[in-house]
């Protein structure tokens, strides 16, 4: 991920519209952490949702990005 946090890359990608991404970052090694924020996740979710990244809201949605 480099110098940038895991959610920082996330909402990145998030705003790009790179569902492989957002993808692998769900899984080892960068899969996400107790600590990571589900408001950041949100933010993430709501962003691509403004850039019509349909895919990538549903990908937020489910597990293991949503917790509920």
């Known amino acids: 991920v480099g110098i940038f946090s895991r959610m920082d890359s996330l909402i990145e990608a998030c705003w790009q519209g790179h569902a ?3 993808k ?3 899984e080892p090694p960068y899969s996400l952490e ?3 924020s589900p408001e950041r996740i949100r933010k993430a ?4 949702a403004e850039r019509g990244h ?12 949503n917790k509920q």
């Open 34 to 36: 107790e600590s990571d």
């Open 20 to 22: 492989s991404i957002v």
């Open 45 to 48: 979710s709501r962003l691509a």
């Open 54 to 65: 349909a895919d990538i809201v549903a990908l937020l949605a489910a597990p293991p990005y």
């Open 24 to 26: 692998r970052l769900a």
